[in-house]
């Protein structure tokens, strides 16, 4: 009897085991999608306009404000299966695309990194510390991504190097680390824009380090990680250190709820107000309008610009301008009528419209 409870306690443990392990993963593991759900969405014609040239190793659907994404990890092998990360890998490169409204496939970012054939033997994505999560709550998914190498010198990870890369709003911030068994060889470099990152998302990142030295993947140094930690602690400190009046994301709220009052619509434009736009020839052409009246004359300018453009905006990033050369041109990304060219001015801690877009029949 004794010996029949031993048993069943046994198997009780090991099922209670591999259930909590199970658990674990599903909490803070992505799911990738299966290889028919790869092949339909991503044939080989998809795969020659993104660009890739490696064997994917997995992909990982996400969707935000921006709409569906993909992040496509793909990792040139010389020995080995690609699955295994025991097999040699050359190189990597990860793509972040999405589809475009007429079915064509739009690259965001890549990530591209390869060996050091003199002192590394393999580089490889470490899928199980990925994160595609809204970690700021700001309706947009901030994607960290790791990877690391083997060194020919030392066991395992003892010399290798770690890449962790953190894209918010557009960019990307990395902290590279250089294992090594010797203090004095192990060093970190960690971006500057790191610490101006929301609290959210620093903790993200902390909590990865700590799995990084618990897994025996990564040893930080400990002025490293009390760095870090730091920042955690003082956060309002570092923000007002960093705090030079509204942020562009402050102004696009701020322009939203403006664009629903003509009062307040009118304090966040400059006067006269440069407007450009593609005429019939195909050719950039500009006016100025120098009254809040003479642009509610203008209805692709007030009814579509500013009150269908900015009511239904979801982002704004800098870059990509094609209109404006200005330095202070962002793009505004909006569900009615698509991407529009802003330039903005700072007054005082508040930006204001100095040039935008206009649409065009």
């Known amino acids: 009897m004794n010996r029949h409870f031993k ?6 443990s090991i ?11 599903k909490n803070y593991r992505e799911t990738p999608l299966t290889d028919m759900e790869i092949k339909k969405l991503f044939p080989a014609e ?33 020995k080995g299966n690609i699955q295994d990360e025991n097999s040699l890998k050359r190189s990597i490169k990860a793509f972040n695309v999405s589809f475009e409204v007429d079915k064509t496939v739009k690259v965001r970012w890549t990530i591209t990194d390869y060996i050091d054939k003199e002192r590394e033997t393999s580089i490889w994505f470490w899928s199980r510390y ?7 709550n700001d309706g ?15 066991d395992h990870f003892e010399e290798g190097r770690v890449k962790i890369l953190i894209y918010h709003l557009g960019k990307k911030i990395v902290i590279r680390h250089q294992n090594s068994e010797m203090d004095d060889a192990r060093h970190t470099q960690v971006d500057k824009s790191f610490y101006a990152l929301p609290l959210s998302i620093k903790k993200k990142v902390y909590d990865i380090i700590d799995l990084l030295e618990d897994n025996g993947h990564a040893l930080f140094l400990s002025e490293v990680k009390e760095q870090i930690k730091n920042s955690l602690k003082t956060q309002k400190n570092t923000t007002s250190s960093f705090d030079k009046g509204e942020t562009i994301d402050e102004f696009l709220q701020r322009a939203k709820k403006a664009a629903s009052s003509n009062a307040e619509l009118q304090k966040t ?5 440069r407007v450009r736009g593609i005429n019939d020839k195909s050719a950039v052409f500009e006016d100025k309008f120098y009254s809040f009246a003479e642009i509610k004359d203008n209805v692709m300018l007030y009814e579509g610009t500013f009150k269908a453009g900015l009511l239904s905006a979801v982002r ?20 009615e009528i698509g991407l529009t060219e802003v330039v903005l001015l700072k007054k005082g801690k508040r930006y204001i419209i100095v040039g935008i877009e206009i649409l065009t029949a």
């Open 7 to 12: 048993v069943l306690l046994t198997i009780y």
């Open 15 to 25: 099922f209670i085991c591999t259930i909590g392990i199970a658990q674990e993963d």
């Open 46 to 78: 998809v795969l020659q306009q993104i660009g890739v040239e490696f064997p994917i190793f997995r992909v990982y659907p996400f969707e935000d404000k921006d709409g569906k994404q993909y992040l496509i990890l793909t990792e040139k092998v010389t």
């Open 130 to 136: 990925l994160r595609l999560k809204d970690l700021d």
């Open 140 to 154: 947009f998914v901030d994607p960290i991504v790791v990877y690391g190498t083997k060194s020919i010198y030392g």
């Open 269 to 273: 434009i400059n006067f006269p107000l």
């Open 316 to 335: 704004i990033y800098r870059g990509d301008c094609q209109l404006f050369n200005d330095k202070n041109c962002f793009v505004i990304k909006s569900t």
